[in-house]
C-alpha cells in the first residue's frame, strides 16, 4: 500500500504539472460546438463544422451572427430544426417517435441485470 | 487482358472447389471418416490457390495499368505511384471482396492444419459450415461484384483511385481490418460444427480461444489504423466521428471482446455453454450486418462505396440465410449445460465477467439501435433523423464510469466463490483520492465537473490497480496490460476533449495572428509539381509563450486524376501535445481558411489502443 | 411447447428485421427535403444590388398577391439555364420576381444581369450567404413561391423547369 501511493503521488505529480494546459471559452467555441453537432446538408455525412462547401461556411457565420444576438444553443438548433427538419441535428429528439431508440438499450441493460441476478442470487 | 482471364477462370474453378468441398465434408462426415483424409486437404489446398492466383492476377492488372479492366479502370491511372496502384487493388468493392474471400480461404486452411488435435467430425462440420460462408462470398463475386469485367473498346487512361485513399495507413488498414472479420467467420462456423456435435467443453474453449484472440488483436489494429487515418486525413483533427462505417466495424469488435472474456469462463469452469455460442455467432454476423450497410449505400457516410441495390439484396440474403440456420441449428441440437451452472456466486470472477459482458452487449445495442434506427424510422414513418456523436456519448459515458470500477475489481476476484471480507478498504480510501485528483483537474473546465471528475477518477483508479497488479505480478500480465490500456485510452480521451484548443481564421502570406498564447505566423507557400498531384506547401511558425518555435507544413494537394483536392494536414507530435494544422483553399489563392488546434495527450491514445492489442496478442503467444 | 414459441418469435423478429431492410434499400439516402406547408418566410433586410437601398423583406412581399424570391449566382452554372425561364415567367405575367444575389461580386452579377437580361422587380444581395441558410436554403439556385402574407406556398430546390413554371402560373392565377 505505501508502494502504491507512492506511485500514485509521482503519477499526480506529473498529471497536476500540466497547468498551462487552458481551454478557450469564446464566441469561435462556440460556434465549433454547435456545428459539430449538425449535418452538412448537402454534403454526405459530413458536420458543419468539418465541411468547407459554401451551404457549411454559410451556416456557420449565421451561427455566430445568432450567438451574438444572444440566442441560446437550444434556440439556434430549433431555428435550424424548424428550417431544414430534424434531419439537420445529430442529436436525436426523446420524442414519442423516437421512443424505442433511447429506451432500447437501457431496457437491454435492465433486461441483462434481472439475468445476472436471477443467476446469482436464484438458486 | 490475358491476365483478367486467368483471374476470372480460377475465381471460377475455385467455386466449383466450393461446391465440391461441401459435398465431400458432409459425405466423410456421414460416412464417420476417422480422419480429415488427403482429398480434402489437397482441395482446400487448391482452393486457397486458385483465389491466390485470382488476387494475383488482379493486382498485376493494377500493376501494369490495364485498363481493359473495368475494376482497374475505375480505380487506377497510370501516373499513380507503384505503391497505390497496389494498394488500389482493395480499395474499391470488387478488390476488397476478393481480398475478403482470399483470407476466407486462408483462414479455413489454416484451421484445419491447427485443429489436429480436435474431433475428426467436428473438423468435417467447421470445413462445411465454412464453405457455406466461403460459397456465398464466390457468388456474390461471380454474380454482382466480378472484378474481371472487360472494356471494349479499351480506355486511354484510367479514372484514378480516390486521392483521400492514397496513403499509407488506409493501403493496409482494410487487410487487417478483414484478418478480423474473417476471423470470426472460422469462429462462426466452429461453434455451428461444436453445437450440432456438443462438443462444447473446456479442450473446445482452449482451442477456439486462440482464433478469437487473434481475430480480435487484427481486429483492434484494424479500427486503431482507420482512426489514425481519420485523424491526419480527413483533416479536422477529429479520429472518431461515429459515422456508420466507423460503427460498424465497433459492433463486432464489442461482440468479440465479450466472447474473449465469456470463453475464460468455458474454459477455466465449463460453465456458459449457450452464452459463448451465442456470442460466436454474434460476432460474425455483425461483421455481415457491417458488410451489409457499407456495401449497400443504404446508410448515409463519409465513406460509401460505390453502391448498387442487387448487391444489397444479395448480402441481406446472404445474411438472412445464415442467422436463420443458426437459429434453426440452436433448435433442433439442445446444448447441454453444465449441471453447475446454477453454482454462480455474487462476488467470483464469473460473475464479475459475466458484468463485463451485461456492459459490452449495452454499449453493442447503443451502437447498432444509434446505426440502424433511421433505417427503421424511414421505413415505417418516412421521416429522416440524424443519429450523431451526442446521442453516443449521452447513452455511453455514464455508463462507461461504473465499467471501469468493474474492470479494476473484477480481475481480483477469485473463481467461484471470493468473500467480502477481502474487500480492503484502502482500496476505497484509494478511490477516493483518485476522484480529487480528477476533480483538481477538471475544475477549471466548468462544465458538468462533478460528473467528469468521477468519470476521469474511475479511469484514474483502474489506472492505479492496474500498475500495483503489474507490480506485483499478481495477475495474468496480459490481462493488466490491456486493462491498463484502456483506463489510459478513457484518461486520454477525456484529457484530449477537454483541453483541446482551436483556432481558424482566413490569412494572407506573411500575416500573423495572435491567439491566446502563441503567435501564428503564415510565411509563404511554395508549389510543386509531383507524379499525381500538384502540391502546394504552406509554412507557418507557431512561438508559444517560451519563444520556442515550432515550424508547420500544411499542404494542398491537386490531384490530376480525379480532379480532387485534398488537404494534408501537418502534425508536430510530441508526448504531450499535437499541434495540429490544416490549411484550406478560398477561392482564388491569395487567402487560406487556417485552422490550427492544440490537442493534447492525442499520441497516448493511439498508445493505449496498442497496449490494449499487445494484451490480447499475449494471450495468443502464451503457452498453455 | 414454451420453447417452439420462444424460436418461433425469434424467428419472426428476424423476419421483421429482414424485411425492414429490404424495404429500406429502395429508398433513396439522398436527402430530399419535405414540402414545407404553412410556414412564413423569416423576415430579412437586405441592401438592392443595383440602388444600394435597403429593403425589409415584409414591405416588398406583402405589396403583391404573389412573390417568387429567387436565389442565384453568377458563378452557378445551372442559373443561367433558369435564367431564360425566369425571363420568360416575368414577360408573361406579373408576378413580383426578387431576387436574392448569393455569394457574388457586384460587377459580376450586374454583368450577368446585362448579359441574360433582368427579370427581377428587385435584386436583393447575400454577400456572405447568410440571408439564403436562415431561409432555409441549401444553395443556388432556389425558389420560394409566396402569398402576400409572406406564406411558402411552394419551395423549389435546384433549377426552376417548365413544369415548375406551368405550375406556378396555374397557381397565381
Known amino acids: ?123 | 487482358m490475358i491476365s483478367s482471364h486467368i483471374g476470372y477462370y480460377s475465381l471460377l474453378l475455385g467455386f466449383i472447389i466450393s461446391t465440391s468441398l461441401l459435398f465431400y465434408s458432409i459425405f466423410y462426415f456421414k460416412k464417420n471418416y476417422q480422419k480429415i483424409n488427403q482429398k480434402i486437404f489437397s482441395l482446400l489446398f487448391f482452393q486457397f490457390f486458385t483465389v491466390v492466383i485470382s488476387f494475383i492476377s488482379l493486382v498485376y492488372s493494377f500493376i501494369i495499368s490495364d485498363f481493359s479492366n473495368a475494376t482497374v479502370y475505375n480505380n487506377s491511372h497510370s501516373t499513380k505511384p507503384i505503391f497505390y496502384k497496389i494498394s488500389g487493388t482493395w480499395g474499391n468493392h470488387e478488390g476488397s471482396l476478393l481480398l475478403w474471400l482470399l483470407v476466407l480461404t486462408l483462414f479455413i486452411f489454416l484451421f484445419i492444419i491447427f485443429s489436429k488435435k480436435q474431433p475428426v467430425k467436428y473438423r468435417f462440420l467447421s470445413i462445411f459450415f465454412q464453405q457455406i460462408i466461403i460459397s456465398g462470398f464466390f457468388l456474390f463475386l461471380l454474380l454482382t461484384s466480378n472484378p474481371f469485367i472487360f472494356l471494349f473498346p479499351i480506355p486511354n487512361e484510367g479514372l484514378g483511385l480516390n486521392p483521400i485513399l492514397q496513403d499509407p495507413a488506409l493501403a493496409i488498414h482494410p487487410p487487417i481490418l478483414y484478418l478480423g472479420y474473417v476471423g470470426s467467420s472460422i469462429i462462426f462456423s466452429a461453434s455451428l460444427a461444436s453445437l450440432v456435435q456438443n462438443n462444447i467443453n473446456k479442450e473446445w474453449a482452449t482451442h477456439i480461444k486462440k482464433w478469437i484472440q487473434a481475430a480480435w488483436f487484427f481486429l483492434t489494429i484494424g479500427i486503431l489504423l482507420g482512426s489514425i487515418w481519420a485523424y491526419y486525413e480527413l483533416g479536422w483533427g477529429g479520429f472518431w466521428f461515429w459515422d456508420p462505417v466507423e460503427n460498424v466495424s465497433l459492433m463486432p469488435w464489442l461482440c468479440l471482446t465479450a466472447l474473449f472474456h465469456t470463453v475464460i469462463v468455458l474454459e477455466k469452469r465449463n460453465l456458459l455453454k449457450s452464452w459463448t455460442l451465442i456470442l460466436s455467432i454474434a460476432t460474425f454476423t455483425f461483421s455481415m450486418i457491417g458488410t451489409f450497410l457499407v456495401r449497400s449505400g443504404i446508410l448515409n457516410s463519409v465513406h460509401t462505396f460505390a453502391n448498387d441495390p442487387e448487391r444489397g439484396v444479395f448480402i441481406l440474403i446472404f445474411l438472412f440465410s445464415l442467422i436463420f440456420l443458426s437459429i434453426i441449428l440452436f433448435f433442433i441440437y439442445q446444448v447441454n449445460e453444465n449441471r453447475y451452472e446454477k453454482n454462480f456466486f455474487l462476488i467470483s470472477k464469473e460473475t464479475s465477467i459475466l458484468i463485463n459482458n451485461w456492459f459490452m452487449m449495452y454499449f453493442l445495442s447503443v451502437i447498432l439501435i444509434g446505426t440502424t434506427y433511421p433505417i427503421f424510422l424511414e421505413v415505417i414513418t418516412n421521416e429522416k433523423i440524424s443519429i450523431g456523436p451526442p446521442f453516443f456519448n449521452k447513452l455511453i459515458i455514464p455508463f462507461l464510469i461504473l465499467f471501469l470500477i468493474f474492470m479494476a475489481v473484477g480481475p481480483n476476484l477469485k473463481w467461484i466463490k471470493d468473500n467480502y471480507k477481502n474487500i480492503k478498504y484502502s482500496r476505497i480510501v484509494l478511490f477516493l483520492v483518485c476522484i480529487f485528483i480528477s476533480f483538481y483537474i477538471v475544475i477549471k473546465t466548468s462544465s458538468e465537473i462533478l460528473f467528469i471528475s468521477i468519470l476521469g477518477g474511475a479511469a484514474l483508479y483502474l489506472l492505479f490497480i492496474t500498475i500495483n497488479e503489474f507490480l506485483n505480478k499478481k495477475n495474468n500480465i496480459s490481462q493488466t496490460i490491456s486493462h491498463f490500456g484502456f483506463g489510459l485510452f478513457v484518461i486520454s480521451i477525456l484529457l484530449n476533449s477537454l483541453f483541446s484548443s482551436e483556432f481558424s481564421a482566413n490569412m494572407k502570406i506573411g500575416q500573423e495572428l495572435v491567439y491566446e498564447k502563441e503567435q501564428i505566423k503564415f510565411l509563404k507557400i511554395k508549389s510543386i509539381d509531383k507524379e499525381n498531384y500538384k502540391s502546394i506547401i504552406a509554412k507557418f511558425e507557431i512561438k508559444d509563450e517560451k519563444k520556442n518555435i515550432t515550424s508547420l507544413y500544411p499542404e494542398i494537394r491537386i490531384y490530376n486524376q480525379p480532379n480532387i483536392l485534398t488537404s494534408e494536414a501537418d502534425i508536430k507530435t510530441s508526448i504531450f501535445f499535437d499541434k495540429f494544422i490544416v490549411i484550406n483553399l478560398i477561392k482564388g489563392e491569395k487567402i487560406f481558411n487556417v485552422r490550427y488546434q492544440t490537442k493534447p495527450f492525442m499520441i497516448w491514445i493511439w498508445i493505449s489502443v496498442c497496449l490494449i492489442s499487445i494484451g490480447g496478442i499475449l494471450g495468443v503467444l502464451k503457452k498453455n | 411447447m414454451k420453447k417452439n414459441i420462444f424460436y418461433l418469435s425469434i424467428l419472426l423478429f428476424f423476419t421483421f428485421i429482414f424485411t425492414i431492410f429490404y424495404v429500406g434499400l429502395d429508398k433513396s439516402n439522398i436527402y430530399k427535403p419535405k414540402e414545407v406547408k404553412n410556414k412564413n418566410l423569416v423576415e430579412f433586410t437586405s441592401t438592392e444590388l443595383f440602388s444600394n437601398k435597403q429593403f425589409n423583406s415584409k414591405d416588398i412581399i406583402e405589396n403583391n398577391n404573389f412573390t417568387l424570391i429567387n436565389i442565384w449566382s453568377s458563378w452557378c452554372v445551372p442559373c443561367r439555364s433558369e435564367h431564360t425561364i425566369l425571363m420568360h415567367l416575368s414577360n408573361k405575367t406579373k408576378l413580383n420576381i426578387i431576387g436574392l444575389n448569393y455569394k457574388d461580386k457586384k460587377n459580376n452579377a450586374i454583368k450577368f444581369l446585362d448579359e441574360l437580361g433582368n427579370p427581377f422587380s428587385k435584386n436583393l444581395t447575400d454577400p456572405d450567404g447568410i440571408i439564403s441558410i436562415s431561409l432555409g436554403a441549401y444553395g443556388v439556385p432556389e425558389s420560394f413561391l409566396l402569398n402576400s402574407k409572406s406564406r411558402i406556398i411552394k419551395k423549389y430546390i435546384g433549377p426552376l423547369t417548365s413544369e415548375n413554371i406551368s405550375e406556378i402560373i396555374k397557381i397565381i392565377q
Not at chain 1, 9 to 31: C, D, G, H, T, Y
Not at chain 1, 71 to 95: A, C, H, M, T
Open chain 1, 1 to 123: 500500500m505505501i508502494r502504491l501511493t507512492k506511485y500514485l503521488l509521482l503519477i499526480s505529480f506529473l498529471i497536476l504539472s500540466f497547468q498551462k494546459l487552458s481551454i478557450a471559452n469564446n464566441i469561435s467555441s462556440e460556434v465549433d460546438k454547435i456545428s459539430k453537432n449538425l449535418r452538412c446538408l448537402i454534403c454526405q455525412g459530413q458536420s458543419v463544422y468539418d465541411s468547407q462547401s459554401d451551404f457549411a461556411i454559410s451556416m456557420k457565420l449565421l451561427i455566430k451572427n445568432k450567438i451574438e444576438n444572444g440566442e441560446s444553443e437550444d434556440q439556434i438548433y430549433d431555428y435550424l430544426k424548424n428550417q431544414y427538419g430534424e434531419w439537420i441535428v445529430y442529436d436525436p429528439e426523446f420524442n414519442k417517435k423516437n421512443l424505442i431508440l433511447w429506451i432500447f438499450p437501457l431496457i437491454l441493460f435492465i433486461f441483462g441485470g434481472l439475468l445476472i441476478y436471477r443467476k446469482v442470487f436464484i438458486n
